[in-house]
């Protein structure tokens, strides 16, 4: 069994509720497989490719066996050459093709820069919208189990600096599916987040294909002393938080933002009307990433709504560290939530 | 053997790019073109042996220099100077300026300044050729400095596996900026390294243009046939500095004597020599093809100077595709 599965089949099935008109519960691996499904038999357009797409594992199950089902002009293992697959995924969109390009860890991504954002981003504009760059990335990051430094990093908020990409951070297997529909059709690159530790998590998901759009989050529980902005996997451990928090009488709203580019600002600031005070908790390292972008909007267009300084929980900025008691130390999860809202609140 | 109607239009081709860059060139210093150029004033023939066999739905992708491309491929020329002078018409609507040209109309769909990174894009829409079942092809141009990059290595290597509707047309000019070419390479044949790859690869006189139409015509062939991928090293050299209209010639960069043998291998002084002395071209056909040229640029110019520029309030558009 692949190191990672040892970790995530330790994990607990956290359900999710979404506003879903479907009874149907499925996980957030079988959503993104359904979807990457789904749209390879409705569009002829779309096609998929990356390290290790039709091999036994499919890319943790997202891709198994699809390959057989699509062929393999549709469906194929890669070179290790990330950043010319990602320029040849970025030509292919601009023949008119809708290339689904799958980073099995985000930290690949790193390498595939310079098509990623001096060319796919950048075309649009660059020659005044006369091309489209439709193209997906899939990335999938890992946590525990001692990835270490290179196996295990969450980058997105370093590319919302990136003019040109979109960014979306599904949390659940309802929005997994819908952002992705959303990813495949919009005509730009999209960088599209996926977590390891959310694959295992259930949630109602339709049969059908839908689509969630860009830019609007949503609130997953509902609180008036303080607003949690979680991204991705933190939406689980802000979750979690809440719930230790309402034991002790503190009512925590929790805001899944679902794209961090764009970011849907109004659901922010209409929540700090009601709390007055802020935490936010990304999965990458806290400098100059998602935390930092979030709490600067807010300092700029919001500050009269603040009642306390805004609290950040992200990873430590060092390398990830591969043994397990540093990893405690090192990533952001309830307890560390909890710890700093109590503390904030008793300030 | 080509027709002499091909044989003239390869002519005006190349006639066309020098006399551009060479308006460009006298207009650069009056400042109103606020763009970084890089003239490929010697290199004409590449471009003019090459695009004479795409057809006009086939791709190219060119580099921070590509007038020449654009020009042999089609691209409108007026829209090629609007966008030099950054102004609205222009063929990137003043975001891209001179390093960034494009006309989708004629399968030119942009060209990058960052050295190689046009490889990877044009072995992308031969992929998408492939997947979609045409027969469209695709060239990518670019220089001996391009394939010190990781992407021509990748690429060619996916190119060959795939079996790719793609032409790599190194336009080997010795020079990147002002780093020669023995110091970055320890051999002399960028083509072998192709040919290590597995792919059809030719080094020619890339001054030659019956020799480069001759090649690329095979090429084409071969993509049109499913058969993959080419590569042809073009020799050549450009006259100009790197950047801008500067001569660098003798002060430290070029030696005055390698700057001069390439001159007496002017590649249209050369070959309208030859289609005079084989009576396809005469005095007064080349005066006619002269001021025929000479109005297509007048006209450029004008329009392009005639335009408005983008307004401040533009500034955000097109940074997302609708």
Redesign the interface.
């Known amino acids: 069994m692949p190191w990672t599965t040892v970790q995530v089949e330790k994990l607990e099935n956290f359900l999710f509720k979404d506003n879903s008109e479907s009874d149907r519960v499925i996980s957030y691996k079988d959503a993104i497989f359904e979807t990457i499904d789904e749209s390879l038999a409705r569009d002829s357009s779309v096609?998929v490719f990356g390290e290790g797409v039709d091999d036994p594992g499919g890319v943790f199950g997202t891709t198994k066996g699809l390959h057989e089902k699509y062929g393999r002009?549709?469906v194929f293992d890669?070179?290790i050459?990330e950043?010319?697959?990602?320029?040849?995924?970025?030509?292919?969109?601009?023949?008119?093709?809708k290339p689904i390009f799958v980073h099995s860890r985000m930290d690949f991504l790193l390498l595939s820069l310079?098509?990623l954002v001096?060319?796919a981003s950048k075309?649009?504009?660059?020659?005044?919208?006369?091309?489209?760059?439709?193209l997906v990335i899939r990335t999938v990051s890992a946590r525990g189990w001692g990835s270490g430094a290179q196996h295990s990093q969450c980058i997105q908020g370093m590319l919302m600096n990136v003019?040109?990409l979109?960014i979306a951070v599904p949390a659940t297997p309802y929005d997994a599916k819908g952002l992705l529909v959303s990813s495949i059709m919009d005509?730009?690159p999209v960088l599209f987040v996926e977590h390891r530790w959310l694959y295992k998590t259930m949630g109602n998901v339709p049969e059908s294909l839908y689509s969630i759009p860009f830019g609007k989050g949503v609130i997953r529980r509902t609180g008036s002393d303080i607003t949690i902005v979680a991204v991705s996997y933190m939406v689980i451990e802000a979750l979690k938080a809440a719930e230790k928090l309402q034991a002790e009488n503190i009512s925590a709203e929790v805001i899944d933002l679902r794209t961090i580019k764009p970011i849907d600002e109004d659901i922010i600031f209409e929540s700090l009307a009601k709390t007055g005070k802020l935490l936010i908790t990304d999965t990458g390292c806290k400098s100059g990433g998602a935390a930092s972008e979030i709490s600067a909007l807010v300092c700029e267009k919001a500050f009269h709504l603040l009642k306390k300084p805004i609290i950040r929980v992200c990873c430590a900025d060092v390398p990830t560290p591969a043994s397990d008691v540093l990893e405690k130390a090192y990533y952001p999860d309830s307890e560390k939530i909890y710890t700093q809202v109590i503390n904030l609140l008793k300030s | 053997m080509l027709e002499n109607e091909k044989l003239i239009g390869l002519y005006k081709t190349m006639q066309t790019i020098r006399k551009v860059e060479r308006k460009i060139e006298e207009e650069y210093k009056y400042d109103e073109m606020k763009t970084p150029i890089h003239l490929s004033i010697g290199q004409e023939a590449i471009a003019a042996g090459v695009c004479l066999h795409l057809r006009k739905d086939d791709?190219i992708?060119g580099t921070h220099r590509s007038h020449a491309q654009y020009i042999a491929k089609g691209g409108d020329l007026k829209k090629m100077i609007a966008e030099m002078y950054l102004r609205k018409t222009?063929?990137?609507?003043?975001?891209?300026g001179s390093m960034?040209l494009?006309d989708?109309e004629v399968g030119i769909?942009?060209s990058?300044a960052?050295v190689g990174?046009n490889?990877?894009?044009?072995?992308?829409?031969?992929?998408?050729?492939?997947?979609?079942n045409n027969d469209?092809v695709?060239v990518i141009f670019f220089g001996d400095g391009a394939v010190d990059e990781?992407?021509f290595h990748?690429?060619l290597?996916?190119a060959l596996?795939k079996k790719l509707p793609v032409i790599y047309i190194c336009e080997n000019n010795h020079w990147a900026i002002n780093s020669h070419q023995s110091q970055r390479h320890s051999g002399e044949s960028i083509y072998r390294w192709a040919d290590g790859y597995g792919i059809p690869s030719y080094q020619i006189d890339g001054n030659d243009v019956l020799k480069v139409s001759e090649y690329a015509e095979n090429a084409v062939s071969r993509c049109r046939n499913g058969e993959g991928p080419t590569f042809i090293e073009c020799i050549t050299y450009r006259w100009k500095g790197h950047i801008g209209t500067v001569n660098d010639v003798g002060i430290g960069f070029r030696p005055q004597s390698e700057y001069d043998y390439w001159i007496s291998k002017d590649p249209i002084k050369w070959y309208a020599d030859y289609l005079k002395a084989t009576g396809v071209l005469n005095d007064k056909m080349d005066e006619s093809i002269d001021e025929e040229i000479d109005q297509l640029i007048d006209d450029a110019f004008t329009f392009a100077k005639n335009s408005p520029k983008p307004l401040p309030e533009e500034l955000m558009?097109?940074?997302?595709?609708?």
């Open positions: 096609f002009e549709r890669t070179p050459s950043n010319s697959l990602t320029g040849i995924a970025a030509g292919a969109a601009m023949a008119g093709l310079d098509q001096n060319h075309w649009s504009y660059m020659f005044g919208g006369k091309v489209k760059v439709p003019p040109g979109k005509n730009n | 791709y992708f222009g063929c990137s609507l003043g975001r891209g960034h494009i989708p769909l942009g990058t960052i990174g490889i990877p894009l044009g072995t992308g829409t031969a992929l998408a050729s492939k997947l979609q469209k695709t990781g992407t990748e690429s290597n996916f596996l558009d097109f940074v997302f595709a609708d």
